[in-house]
């Protein structure tokens, strides 16, 4: 089975992240969460400006627990230019041109057996640690999908971070909800 997960955290009103960070919303129960996800991911999707941001750790990088795992980068943009400016930052992440049918080539491609660094498990596991727009682009296009939706105890109200300005609609259906310390993790397919 393939799996595909897409972890998003957002304070109470909707904030997605504080000055430019998803770190500035999360809360150390959040942070626990994402490290299991990650542990638990056989790849991780992200988007261009994740991928580029210079502030951000490097995902696969040497010597860390993820060092295996492929890091598959989509983008609207020419794959081509952006592979090549990946290559010239040193990132070993994969530049793929983003379709509707993009992310059922990914999760094809990934080979069936876990990861050394994931949990033992029969399923393979697809983590989207991007944004909400391509989040929800994924949750429209992947059968199965699931959004992860940490709500953080805060309210958090910056310039240019309140709520996505995504024009999107796709009923969800809940499949649990669970708590810790203040934090409401949320678990959605689509309806």
Known sequence: MRR????????????????????????????????ALRRSANAIIVDRRTALN???????????????????????SDPMALQR????R??????????????????????TAPSPESAPTDETVLLCESGPNLAFRLLEHYPGAELHLSVSPCYIRTPGSHFSGLEAEIDLR??????????????????
């Open 90 to 111: 040193g990132l070993d992440y994969r530049a793929q041109h983003f379709t509707a049918e993009t992310i059922t080539e990914v999760a094809a491609s990934l080979p």
């Open 54 to 76: 210079p502030q951000l750790p490097v995902i696969n990088a040497a010597g860390k627990t993820l060092q295996h795992i492929p890091v598959h980068v989509l983008t609207e």
């Open 174 to 191: 809940l499949i649990d909800v669970r708590t810790e310390d203040d934090q409401v993790f949320l678990r959605y397919t689509r309806a």
């Open 4 to 35: 595909l997960i897409l972890s998003l955290v957002q304070s109470i009103n909707g904030s997605f992240a504080e000055n430019g960070w998803s770190t500035g919303v999360s809360t150390d129960a959040d942070f626990r969460r994402f490290l």
């Open 85 to 88: 400016e990946l290559d010239a």
